[in-house]
């Protein structure tokens, strides 16, 4: 699977490190308001790994909230669609969504949708990849990990077509396995 790489764009070292301070702000942010509740929202599939990782940076009491989404066709976006709703009630707890990817953002943008109508306390976002020259402004993210090229890139919880969320760095595909039928 490692060999399917053609390049790695950022090491499990540097997610691990980055992973951290991203906790940090977000605890900084909501630590003070523990009261009011956090609930984290994680966006299915993509970044279930990231969540993972997140969630154990964060020392204060929250609950977890899953919602899935699915848009991609091997690298071409699609047009994003909900296949499992939120199953908790978010009204007047303090809401933040975590996705693996900010692109074209049309996925965030039917997310933070659907979350707004919920009647959240307040509701930001926090993305571990963001591509800055597709990223919407009207799709905020408060809290992003690391801002990468337009690439079509897998690992850690990023997939394509379903496959090589498992490798531990994230990386671009050599061109081969692209124009493969996964
Ligand atoms: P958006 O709706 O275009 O912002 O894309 C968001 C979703 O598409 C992400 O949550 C990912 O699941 C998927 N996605 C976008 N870019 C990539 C990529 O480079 N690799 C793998 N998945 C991606
Ligand atoms: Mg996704």
Request: glycine share 6%; proline share 5%; aromatic share 6%.
């Amino acid at each position: 699977m490692e060999s399917d790489m053609d390049r790695i764009l950022i090491s499990r070292e540097q997610i691990a490190r980055r992973v951290c301070e991203l906790g940090e702000q977000i605890s900084e942010t909501y630590a003070a308001d523990e009261q009011a509740g956090l609930t984290l929202v994680t966006v299915l599939s993509g970044s279930l790994i990231f969540a993972a990782d997140l969630i154990r940076c964060l020392p204060f009491r929250m609950k977890l909230g899953l919602i899935t989404v699915s848009s991609y066709k091997g690298t071409s976006p699609g047009q994003p669609s909900l296949i499992q709703q939120l199953k908790v009630d978010v009204r007047d707890r303090h809401v933040l969504v975590v996705d693996d990817i900010l692109d074209t953002g049309a996925t965030l943008r039917l997310v933070q949708a659907q979350l707004a109508a919920a009647g959240p306390k307040s509701l930001r976002t926090c993305v571990l990849l963001r591509k800055p020259d597709k990223a919407p402004a009207d799709v905020p993210a408060e809290f992003v990990g690391f801002d990468i090229e337009n690439s079509f890139v897998v690992g850690y919880g990023l997939d394509y077509n379903d496959h090589y969320r498992n490798l531990p760095d994230i990386g671009v595909l050599k061109p081969e396995v692209y124009e493969e039928k996964l």
